[in-house]
């Protein structure tokens, strides 16, 4: 997967023309490799954390000014030599230095190969390294948040606590095996009974997290839906503050969705504008419908609008009940509040609607704050643990399941059925921190990751 004899090399800024370019190399002659293009110190009598200039030179020809960072294994990222080199950010300049070090010996990098060769050297486990290419593609504030916290490792230490117990009761049972014809019992039930009680408690909580850290990390799936001329349009413009959609007075003229991103306190809300739910009377605006259904049962949220003013109730109930589907939250909106009286306005807020004016952008702040409280329930202050990637939801899942049987087999079954259960257990438990990893699993998360990181 990766040879750590050989030294990588990889630009590790966004490609294209920019300011500087990072040039990242990682290995054990990666310090020997530059010092052979570099003309100024010598690069392998200076210190580690030291920082040098000088040019790049292909025998005799200068290809850049650079600054050279040094970092001595084991304190660098990967725990190997790094070097990092900061060109001029010319493209032309970049691969020709790229170029150059591949001659002198480098190879190009596979994608996350050096936070690989990190996780490989001990640097961080492997939930940490995942969290760095969540960090990367953080884009909100609470999804960098998360990332931090996780690549800090509360995650893991969490995890790994409970797997340490784990293990010492394990091996406890192991010994009962050894004297089985004694009929001794080394490890505690009660205790054992405890103890996978408490960890089941804490993997529960940490598979309930799921729901709000996807949302903060993925943003929230949202669905703006009502019958034409609700004004929909003229929400979604007054939500993003700006004229995006087309409004107009023509019923159904919102025929494509539109997919905007609302940012309501740092959770992403991915708004998808629609055709509305009526049944469609022309083709083109029947591929918008259809996709409405389509995009409400991929959707967490549904935003529905109506027109205060002219829906009946019975109007209002038929289309709820047609938006009605499990998981999905339905938030009802009363527009054209400009146009009721305010007794009407009031028995509707009774009657837990919310009322607005998309036109006169009355209540779009209090509708803002019911968007952000339907996803987000609980009272975040950013110190939860919460589990954000599906890969550790499903181990999750498996070592709760394992827990689930161990339980039921305390009493009943024999120590060696005991032990496979625990076993099966911890193996799941380890796929999430990586104390257990197979080659597949780990080409599978770093081969997501992008080349120079
Ligand atoms: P859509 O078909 O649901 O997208 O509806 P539009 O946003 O295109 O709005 C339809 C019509 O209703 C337009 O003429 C809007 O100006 C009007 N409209 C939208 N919101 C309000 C409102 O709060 N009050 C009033 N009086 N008219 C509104």
Known sequence: MTNTEETIVALATPSGTGAIGVIRL????????????????????????????????????????????????????????????????????????????IKKGARLAKAGEFTL???????????QAEAVADLIASNSKASQQIALQQLRGGFSNQLQELREQLVQFASLIELELDFAEEDVEFANRDQLKK??????????????????GNAIKQGVNTVIAGRPNA??????????????AIVSHIPGTTRDTIEEVLNINGINFRLIDTAGIREAKDAIEKIGVERTMEKIAQSALVIYVYDAA????????????KLQREDVTILTVANKTDLL?????EALNQANIVTISAREKTAIEELRSKIYH??????????????????????????ESALANVLRGIDAVTSDFLSMDIKQALYYLGEITGAVTTDDLLDNIFSKFCIGK
């Not at 009286?341 to 306005?345: V, W």
Request: charged share 25%; proline share 2%; net charge negative.
């Open 310 to 321: 002219v829906l009946t109730d019975e109007q209002l109930n038929s289309d709820l009940a």
């Open 195 to 212: 103890l996978i009680h408490d960890i089941i408690k804490v993997i529960a909580a940490l598979i309930q997290s799921f729901e709000l």
């Open 231 to 244: 004004g929909k349009s003229t929400l979604l413009n007054a939500l993003l503050n700006e004229e995006r």
């Open 341 to 345: 009286l305010p007794e009407k306005i």
């Open 117 to 127: 060769r990190a996780f490989l050297n001990g640097q961080m486990d492997l939930s």
């Open 26 to 101: 990682s290995g054990p002659d990666a310090i020997i490799i530059a010092n052979s293009v570099f003309k100024g110190k010598d690069l392998t009598k200076q210190p580690s954390h030291t920082i040098h200039f000088g040019t790049i030179v292909d025998d005799d020809t200068i290809l850049d000014e650079v600054l050279v960072s040094l970092f001595v294994g084991p304190k660098s990222y990967t725990r190997e030599n790094v070097v990092e080199i900061s060109c001029h950010g010319s493209a032309y300049i970049i691969e020709s230095i790229i170029k150059l070090l």
């Open 374 to 399: 339907s996803a987000i329930k609980e009272q975040l202050d950013g110190n939860e643990t919460l589990v954000t990637n599906i890969r550790h939801l499903d181990a999750l899942q498996k070592t």
